[in-house]
């Protein structure tokens, strides 16, 4: 081989040293501890850690317990708190789980956990008594007017509505299983304790209205996730969308269909979710409204609430379209005509006033066509079956028109206003109007029938899992009655 001399014989001596420096530099990388064979690695401070939390704070002994040891047994709930406002607080396990000895949730099987030997921190005392049921009345120590607000709304006090309204418990036609893990899921269960525990049938649960043992109503967790407790959870419409759902709420699909819903599908992933509460400020930290933004958090002048009942002109989830302070079972302690204002205020954030004062003339004509085009007929000729007796009135859904006059006002009737309500054209018509065409047609027609021969009703004698109790609890209305 010639070996090449001056300027490409510099360039390949170039070229042989940086490679050579590579080939060291690769070398020391792929030794263990990074450094040459025979080498000792040298001490390096400057480098990050992996990221860790360090209770270095001014922490009672039995709070640092609960961290180190949960740290352990449940790694992702110490990392959800981590991240938390309560931890940067200093809020711990204790703030919001210690009970007095004699509460009727304490945990008895937290008690065994100190007496394991694996347990580093299995020593006495730090033995405290906890409850797993963190309660609103428990929130309200650090956080008074959002309870206070949320205790006069139809969340707290859906177990309430729902056994005034809901023939499906009034009338016992399905079974305590199907009721804990279906209806009471969203709306709340009342806790009990059963041989020392917190019965199955009722816990865990997070529904809104769950009664819980301390005698306050609903879970914060409903929204406000644990144990991060992001305000960011409760801000996003999928929050909502757990449980206003389906054929008888749709909201969420709904709210998925509107311009609002495009938008947050769009730009979502730009909103400034973490804003301080009561700063969210449409505009500026978000583009497109959620369900929170329009219902609960505040804009311009008006204020953030945690009662959902405020800003609503109407209730249209009860049979009958009618203003909120008119709904029997949960009369609204508010003036519809103010509510309105408010609710217009935040729509007036984004819109001007023309464009939602139209929207709301024609959401009005909506709930007028609804109440006396559908249900008052429908109703009207429902009274008249039972009247002759040719409907059975002593159960609900065994025979096939009551089925069909409930899903005339609670699945497409809910839909065609709700649709209305928040500008889904689809759900207003081909979910909403156009299937409540179909279900009025065919409940009048055979209602028709019936009354012209005087023939009774078919009725399902065997109706499966009818074995609901239809006693109203006494944990809700006080005295026991049917």
Known sequence: MVNPTGKEGELMKRRMTFWLSVAGILALVSVPGGTA?????????????????????????????????????????????????????????????????????VSQEHFKQYQRSDNPWGQAKYRVPVAAVVTPKDCSRCHPDEVTQYNRSKHANTLEIIWKLDPWLNEGMNSAIERASGCFYCHGTILKVKDGKLDPLTWPNVGVGRLNLDGSKGGCTSCHTRHRFAVMDARKPEACGQCHLGPDHPQIEIYQESK??????????????????????????????????????????????????????????????????????????????????????????????????????????????????????????????????????????????????????????????????????????????????????????????????????????????ATGTTTKPPEVFGKANK
């Open 37 to 105: 064979r025979g080498q000792k690695a040298p001490k390096v401070v400057n480098l990050p850690k992996a990221k860790e939390f360090r209770l270095e704070r001014s922490m009672p002994e039995s709070a640092v317990a609960c961290l180190e040891c949960h740290k352990q047994e449940n790694p992702g709930l110490f990392a959800d708190w981590a991240r938390s406002r309560h931890a940067s607080a200093n809020i711990t396990c204790l703030d919001c789980h210690q009970a007095e000895a004699t509460d009727p949730d």
């Open 260 to 465: 609002h819903g495009d938008i947050y599908e769009a730009f979502g992933h730009e909103y400034l979710w973490d804003a301080a509460p009561g700063t969210w400020t449409p505009g500026v930290d978000y583009r497109g409204p959620t369900c929170a933004s329009c219902h609960m958090s505040g804009a311009g002048q008006v204020l953030t609430t945690h009662d959902v009942t405020e800003r609503l002109s109407w209730e249209s989830q009860a049979p009958l379209s009618i203003r909120p302070s008119e709904f029997k079972p949960f009369p609204a302690q508010t003036d519809w005509k103010v509510e309105r204002k408010k609710m217009q205020a935040i729509c007036m954030q984004c819109h001007s006033k023309g464009w939602v004062e139209d929207h709301y003339t024609k959401m009005d004509l909506v709930m007028k066509e609804y109440n006396d085009t559908y249900f008052k007929p429908a109703k009207k000729k429902l009274d008249k079956l039972y009247a002759k007796k040719l409907l059975d009135k002593s159960k609900f859904f065994d025979e096939r028109l009551e089925v069909e006059f409930y899903e005339l006002w609670h699945h497409e009737g809910r839909r065609a206003r709700m649709g209305a309500q928040m500008m889904a054209p689809d759900y207003t018509w081909w979910h909403g109007f156009y299937e409540l065409k179909n279900r009025f047609v065919r409940f009048v027609e055979e209602a028709n029938d019936l009354i012209k021969h005087n023939r009774k009703a078919y009725r399902a004698v065997e109706y499966p899992a």
